[in-house]
């Protein structure tokens, strides 16, 4: 009994005492760190970039005060030219790129219908000469259709491809140097659609499809338009991306006032403002105290002031700055910042120049049988360097056409591979193959004398499969004049083609003798008809073009109102004659404009000679005709010098008809009447100065003041020419490139003509 409680007893002590000195030893070290505590997550930073027109490159100066304050951004959302804005961001461009390359783009050729005139075929540049459309529309299945946007966006869709190739290999836009969301509406739901993914340069385009302004854009099976519409101040995405702050920043338009109601065009522009603006302070009613809303003060600057870019910029860069200590908060350490910087990655540009090979060339969007006369159109072929200048310079080529209102591209290539294929879109107007344009011309002298003209011209491209066209012409008023022409390229890359056309017109005229008194009025008739065979100039003909044919003529020359002081020997019944023969025609032209150019060239010239006959009665007699004219443009600033001179002769056309060729209205001798100097032999010259004048109207490319100094004559034989015996006019005028073609207001004045005020609209 005894042994077992001693035992149990001595366990016990000993338990106990090396409880006691492992207690002592555990004491005699040094005590346990404490446990760290748990590390502060820095708050995820969204940007949140709102839609605004040209307003939104204000923008562009609130990134660089980010930068300055150096506040990482940890994701953008964008509606609209926030997208656009916030999209080149994101793909890597800093603050200082984004200012530098905005601004040294011409925002007014960004957005431009038209490709520069040069790069038109010479089909398409010869129109401007026909008529200035007032109206213009298209023809399609029946109905009549107007164009889906009234302004072009392929240079700025070229642009943004530009400064995003660097994207185009990754699956989402998560894995942009910062992960980024475009905005847009679905136009036939009406609801936002969030662009995340896909091609990153139509996403932002996609945004900014502004109603009537911009055509929407086909996506991925959806008709996106403007998010700006149902999503301009996007919160709730980056929300829904897990930014824990927003800094958001509204430069969209406010409402207009009372003033601006009382047209079609205010009254739709305040139901744009009306929808964006709710959806607007339906985002703002969302931020906590913990985000910021930046709203630049931007006056009375809209959203089509992109010519006004430096001072949206700083009006941008000042308002941030003045909000500098609200944005502190956001602000990293400099080592984090730098870290955040280099985390972003490279540029687009320093990845363009990696770019290998193009392995194909492959086109979307048309038929298989447009695709080889369109390749063999292009500079860019299998086998070359990827060149981004030279692939834009080929779409503008394709864009000079008129066929499509969408001319764009995209590089794919396997990601393990340097080989590239060139895959070009391109999508066919919808309101064509049928243009219609409806044009008038006017003048008068304010002294009882003035003409006015209705046009009527149509087009329809594509009239088969190897890209024919028929074109007509119609005027209606003080001349009638009616004209067609089916034109038939031929070869595999379009490098010739013939033409056959008929030309109709009846002319009322004033007849002058050699002193310039009228004589009476007469009225000339012709048709002719021809067969051309030619050659572009240049690719798609894009320098003009040569021709050869054969015409038939019919004319009819009928005197009336004859004065009683004219000879009885020149009273001459009425007449006609026929010819037939063979002609030359060469045009070429490089005007920059058609109206009030400020650089480049025009010449063209006719040589025609056959076999003439009276219809009445005689023996056939040989006949010729040539007419030259051309004009010369140099600018120096705002200053441009315009040179031109014209030469004409033709045998002397039957006894009793009107005179070949003629001098007289507006720049045409000034001071004359129209076809007051008239015979069979011409020599013209005129010098034009004008300054192109610093204001912007809206409803003119640009307002000019100027002149001219004009000489000529025209004579009945060629014994009779004699440079002492050239005739002077002269004007001063305002004048604008409108819509409707060049307006002016002039004085006029000649020493044996008139002086006097003249009024122009149309093609002089």
């Known amino acids: 009994m005894h042994q077992p409680t001693l035992s149990l007893w001595l366990r016990a002590l000993l338990a106990a005492l090396w409880l006691l000195l492992s207690s002592n030893a555990v004491n005699a070290q040094a005590p346990a760190p404490a446990a760290p505590p748990p590390a502060v997550q820095k708050p995820k930073v969204a940007l949140v970039l709102s839609g605004g027109g040209a307003r939104g490159l204000t923008h562009v100066g609130v990134l660089k005060v980010l930068e300055e304050m150096k506040v990482p951004v940890d994701m953008i959302v964008g509606t609209s030219m926030g997208a656009i804005i916030g999209g080149l961001y994101a793909a890597g461009m800093s603050a200082d790129d984004l200012e530098r ?12 219908r038209r490709v520069p005139r040069q790069l038109l075929s010479q089909r398409r540049k010869e129109e401007d000469f026909e ?27 070229l642009l943004l491809r530009r400064y995003t190739l660097s994207t185009r290999l990754l699956a989402t836009f998560d894995g942009l140097p910062t992960p980024f969301r475009a905005v847009a509406t679905d136009m036939e739901t009406g609801k936002a659609v969030v662009l995340d993914h896909g091609d990153l340069a139509a996403a932002m385009r996609a945004s900014m499809s502004v109603p009537g302004v911009f055509a929407p854009l086909d996506l991925e099976g959806q008709i996106l338009g403007d998010g700006g519409l149902v999503n301009n101040l996007p919160v709730d995405v980056a929300r829904r991306m897990g930014a824990d702050v927003i800094i958001a920043v509204n430069i969209g338009t406010p409402l207009a006032g009372r003033e ?42 809209t959203s089509a002031d992109f010519e006004k870019a430096p001072e949206l910029v700083k009006i941008g860069l000042d308002h941030a700055r003045s909000v500098a200590e609200a944005l502190r908060r956001f602000s990293a350490d400099p080592a984090g910042y730098a870290q955040w910087q280099a985390s972003r990655g490279m540029n687009a540009q320093a990845y363009a120049e990696r770019m290998g090979q193009i392995k ?9 049988s447009r695709v080889e006369p369109l390749a063999l159109a292009l500079d860019t072929a299998p086998g070359q360097r990827v060149n981004v200048p030279q692939i834009e ?111 109709a017109s009846l002319k009322r005229l004033e007849v002058y003798g050699a002193d310039g008194q009228a004589l009476g009025t007469g009225t000339r008739q012709g048709l002719k008809l021809g067969a051309d065979y030619g050659w572009p100039i240049g690719l798609l003909g894009r320098y003009g073009d040569l021709r050869l044919g054969v015409q038939l003529g019919l004319h009819k020359a009928t005197p009336e109102l004859v004065s009683r002081e004219v000879d009885d020997s020149e009273v001459i019944a009425t007449q006609k004659w026929r010819d037939v023969g063979v002609r030359a025609a060469l045009i070429s032209d490089q005007l920059d404009y058609a109206n009030f150019p400020s650089s480049g060239y025009r010449f063209q010239s006719e040589l025609a ?85 610093p204001w912007n109207v809206g409803v003119a490319r640009a307002l000019f003041a100027g002149g001219s100094l004009e000489g000529g004559n ?51």
């Open 101 to 112: 390359e905005l601004l040294k783009v011409d925002w007014g050729d960004v957005f431009e």
């Open 131 to 157: 008529l200035s459309p007032v109206l213009e529309i298209g023809f399609r299945d029946g109905e009549f259709r107007l164009p889906t946007g009234a302004v072009s966006t392929r240079s700025l869709e």
């Open 260 to 301: 601006t109601l009382g047209s079609l065009l205010g009254i739709t522009t305040q139901m744009v403002n009306i929808l964006t603006e709710q959806n607007v302070q339906a985002s703002i009613a969302t931020l906590t105290p913990a985000d910021l809303l930046i709203q630049p003060s931007l006056g009375k600057l």
């Open 360 to 368: 194909a060339v492959r086109f979307e969007g048309v038929p298989e």
């Open 393 to 503: 310079a080929d779409l503008q080529k394709l864009s000079a056409t008129g066929d499509y209102d969408r001319v764009d591209y995209r590089l794919e290539r396997v990601r393990d591979n340097t080989d590239e294929t060139l895959v070009i879109g391109l999508r066919e107007n919808d309101w064509g193959p049928n243009y219609l344009r409806l044009g008038l011309d006017l003048r008068t002298d304010f002294d009882g004398r003035g003409d006015f003209n209705l046009l009527i011209g149509h087009n329809r491209h594509w009239f088969n499969d190897s890209g024919a066209e028929w074109r007509n012409r119609l005027q209606i008023g003080a001349s009638l004049a009616a004209f067609s022409e089916l034109y038939q390229p031929l070869g595999r890359a379009n490098d010739s083609f013939v033409a056959g056309y008929v030309d």
């Open 609 to 693: 000679a056959g076999r003439r006959r009276l219809v009445s009665g005689g023996d056939d007699v040989s006949f010729n005709r040539l007419e030259m004219n051309g004009s010369t443009v140099h600018s120096w600033g705002a200053h441009t010098l315009n040179v031109g001179a014209r030469f004409a002769r033709a045998t002397r056309v039957p006894v009793g008809a009107i005179d070949e060729f003629s001098l007289g209205g507006f720049q045409q001798l000034s001071g004359y009447r129209v076809g007051q100097v008239a015979g069979n032999y011409l020599l013209f010259g005129r010098l034009t100065y004008y300054q192109r004048l």
């Open 714 to 764: 025209a004579w009945a034989s060629r014994r009779d020419i004699s440079i002492h015996g050239l005739r002077w006019g002269t004007s001063l005028f305002i004048g604008a490139d409108t819509g409707m073609g060049p307006l002016y207001l002039s004085v006029v004045s000649a020493p044996k003509g008139y002086t006097g005020l003249y009024l122009f609209l149309g093609r002089p």
